[in-house]
Nanobody, 121 residues
Framework: QVQLVESGGGLVQPGGSLRLSCVAS????????MGWYRQAPGKQRELVAR???????TYADDVKGRFTISRDNAKNTVYLQMNSLQLEDTAVYYC???????????????WGQGTQVTVSS
């Protein structure tokens, strides 16, 4: 069972930057599609960015050009670089490892505990 440990959240001024990190405890990290989601108060959890096991990426429209998702398989880590942060980016950000089948076994999806990102002047 994969375990996820997140870090990098905090308070930042509008226009600032943060980098979120998520370290996964699994021997098959390179097989996992990984993603970052966020949930603002009163809103549903929504996809921010996703990266496949082959490195293809998907972004929410409102973060394209500002956020970049990447992964380092040697470090079992996925990153979310957030630039030009806006007030609307304030939310709890969650790391996600999608479920997958590998060598006859099913590995269920896993969520991190979340890290708070607050954009405020």
């Amino acid at each position: 069972q994969v375990q996820l440990v997140e870090s990098g959240g905090g308070l930042v001024q509008p226009g600032g930057s943060l980098r979120l990190s998520c370290v996964a405890s699994t021997t098959i990290f390179s097989r996992y599609p990984m993603g970052w989601y966020r949930q603002a108060p009163g809103k549903q959890r929504e996809l921010v960015a996703r990266i496949s096991n082959e490195g293809s990426t998907t972004y929410a429209d409102d973060v394209k050009g500002r956020f970049t998702i990447s992964r380092d398989n040697a470090k079992n880590t996925v990153y979310l670089q957030m630039n030009s942060l806006q007030l609307e980016d304030t939310a709890v950000y969650y790391c996600n490892a999608d479920g997958l089948f590998y060598r006859g076994q099913y590995f269920p999806p896993t969520w991190g505990q979340g890290t708070q990102v607050t954009v405020s002047s």
